[in-house]
């Protein structure tokens, strides 16, 4: 079982939907988790960050965490052009310094 | 907004070589992380340095590679004896004292091995 799981895509979206990209983690004692937005030859960018279960909003992007389920989302609300790259799921794993461990990433694609 | 810088942005050598990429990371920052992406593959994290020691390495970090944090600013990556495999995009990261601080990555260089 990988360690963290998404779906590769492409998802596609028309221009003002909602976006849905999900991830799903092994390790249940990891405790932090975060979502970062890739674009084509660039680096990670952080989009959120949720440690506790529930909904976390922070503009038009909602992260949401179930640790019963082990099991991470991010909801990106009226989708635009420039919000198609790759997602990529993090999840913070191990004692003492910690690392971050990646999922493949979700390709998503913003149709205008 | 401080940000973590590396140089070069893009390093060609050839097979064998030695190699150095070099990385600042936020200042106030005390953990510090090389991952490394291969194209079209996900980001895999290479080695975590914490006190000037490394706290953690991955299998990919083997006797071929190596870091330093020589002057309290810079932060290197060295592969000694570049492989054909070993080009990828190579992350510097930072981050806080805090256990739930989220990564800060550097622009990354691209290394090609020809």
């Known amino acids: 079982q990988k360690e963290v799981e998404q779906n590769s895509g492409p998802l596609s979206v028309p221009e003002g939907a909602i976006a849905s990209l999900n991830c799903t983690y092994s390790d249940r004692v990891s405790q932090s988790f975060f979502w970062y937005r890739q674009y084509s030859g660039k680096s990670p960018e952080l989009i959120m960050s949720i440690y506790s279960n529930g909904d976390k909003e922070d503009g038009r992007f909602t992260a949401q965490l179930n640790k019963a389920s082990q099991y991470v989302s991010l909801l990106i609300r009226d989708s635009q052009p420039s919000d198609s790259a790759t997602y990529l799921c993090a999840v913070n794993k191990g004692t003492g310094f910690q690392k971050l461990v990646f999922g493949t990433g979700t390709r998503l694609l913003v149709s205008p | 907004e401080p940000e973590v810088t590396q140089t070069p942005s893009h390093q060609v050598t050839q097979m064998g070589q030695e190699v150095i990429l070099r990385c600042v990371p936020i200042?106030?920052?005390?953990?510090f992380y090389w991952y490394r992406q291969i194209l079209g593959q996900k980001v895999e994290f290479l080695v975590s340095f914490y006190n000037n020691e490394i706290s953690e390495k991955s299998e990919i970090f083997d006797d071929q590679f190596s870091v330093e944090r020589p002057d309290g600013s810079n932060f290197t990556l060295k592969i000694r004896s570049t492989k054909l495999e070993d080009s990828a995009m190579y992350f510097c990261a930072s981050k806080r004292d805090t256990y739930n601080s989220p990564l800060h990555f550097g622009n990354g260089t691209r290394l090609t091995v020809t």
């Open positions: 200042s106030n920052h005390l953990y």
